[in-house]
C-alpha cells in the first residue's frame, strides 16, 4: 500500500472543550490504514447489551454527539464515536485524491471488525448516514446490526438530489479553508463561542481540510460514480429484508425534510418520524430530547 502522507491536530486544540470530558482513545493498526491513527469515544460498560454506534458527518466529529451520549450513558449502554480520516481527532491524509467513498466505507468496516462490537444501534447523520446505511450490504455487519437510528441525511443512488446539494458543493468549491465552526453556527445559532471553537478545533489551517473539501464531491448523484452499486443494494436491504426497530428524527428547518420522509418509504417498518421544530440540519445539537424519544421508542426508557 502507497504510504498515505497525513497531518495529526495538536492535541492541545483539544483541552477543555465544552460538555466533552471523554478521554480520546485511537488505533492505527487497521488493516489498509497502518501508521493511520483514528480517534474514537468508547464509552460505557464493554458487556453492555446493546451497543450505540454514532457516526458523525460533514464537517463535524464525535463532539456533534457531545448531547446525546450521556442520555445514551444512562440507559446502561455502550456507546461508540469514531472520527472518519480528516475529521475531528483523527489523522488527516493532505491529498484530496486520497478521500473517496471506499476509502471512508472500508475504515467504518475495519473498525467495527476492530472493535468486534455487536448487537450495534446505528445512529447516523448526514454523511454518516450516507456511508453508515450501506454498512448492510456487507453480510458481516448485517449480523451485527440490531437497530437504526437516523436523523437527517441522505442515501443518494446516482441520481440528482435537491438543489441545496449543489449550492453546499459549490461553496465549498470556492472556498477551500471552509470556516467550518462558522458555517455550523450559521445553522445551528444557540451555540456558544466555545462550542463554535470546538467545531474549528480539528482544522488549525487549510492544509488540514482535504476532508472538509473533499465529501461533496463524493456524494453518488451520477450513475457510475464509486458508491452506487452500494447505495442500490443497500435501499433493497433497508426497504425488503430490515426487520428491526427503527427510530427517524428530522430538523424541520433543515432543506432535506422531504428527502427524509422519502427515506422513512424506504425502511421497512420505520414508524412515523419525530420532527424537531426549532431544529435544523445538525440535530444532535437538540440531541438530549431526541435521544430520549428514540431510547422511548426503542423501549430503552
Wanted: aromatic share 12%.
Amino acid at each position: 500500500m502507497k504510504k498515505i502522507e497525513f497531518l495529526r491536530t495538536p492535541d492541545a486544540r483539544f483541552q477543555e472543550l465544552p460538555d466533552y470530558p471523554y478521554q480520546p482513545q485511537y488505533v492505527d493498526s487497521l488493516p489498509g490504514y497502518e501508521g493511520l491513527r483514528a480517534h474514537y469515544l468508547d464509552l460505557g460498560p464493554k458487556d453492555a447489551k446493546r451497543t450505540f454506534l454514532c457516526l458523525h458527518g460533514e464537517p463535524t466529529w464525535s463532539y456533534l454527539y457531545r448531547r446525546m451520549i450521556p442520555v445514551m450513558l444512562e440507559s446502561g449502554m455502550r456507546v461508540i464515536a469514531p472520527d472518519f480520516f480528516g475529521f475531528g481527532r483523527s489523522d488527516k491524509p493532505v491529498q484530496d485524491s486520497t478521500y473517496t467513498f471506499h476509502f471512508h466505507r472500508d475504515f467504518l468496516l475495519r473498525f467495527i471488525e476492530h472493535l468486534a462490537l455487536c448487537n450495534i444501534n446505528l445512529v447516523v447523520q448526514d454523511w454518516g448516514g450516507t456511508l453508515g446505511l450501506t454498512l448492510p450490504v456487507d453480510l458481516g455487519f448485517r449480523s451485527k446490526l440490531d437497530r437504526l437510528f437516523v436523523m437527517n441525511t441522505v442515501l443518494p443512488v446516482g441520481k440528482p438530489l435537491g438543489p441545496h446539494f449543489y449550492e453546499w458543493r459549490s461553496l465549498v468549491h470556492t472556498m477551500p479553508d471552509l470556516p467550518v465552526g462558522q458555517l455550523i453556527r450559521k445553522i445551528t445559532p444557540q451555540l456558544t463561542d466555545q462550542e463554535t471553537a470546538a467545531y474549528d478545533a480539528p482544522f488549525p489551517d487549510v492544509r488540514f481540510k482535504a476532508g472538509v473539501r473533499t465529501f461533496p464531491d463524493l456524494a453518488m448523484v451520477e450513475a457510475g460514480m464509486e458508491g452506487v452499486a452500494e447505495a442500490e443494494a443497500a435501499l433493497r436491504f433497508w426497504k425488503e429484508e430490515w426487520s428491526g426497530q427503527s427510530f427517524m428524527a428530522i430538523g424541520a428547518k433543515d432543506a432535506d425534510v422531504e428527502t427524509m420522509q422519502a427515506m422513512r418509504s424506504q425502511i421497512r417498518g420505520c414508524p412515523e418520524p419525530l420532527v424537531v421544530t426549532e431544529a435544523d440540519h445538525f440535530l444532535p445539537e437538540w440531541g438530549e430530547a431526541v435521544a430520549q424519544a428514540a431510547l422511548r421508542s426503542f423501549g430503552d426508557l
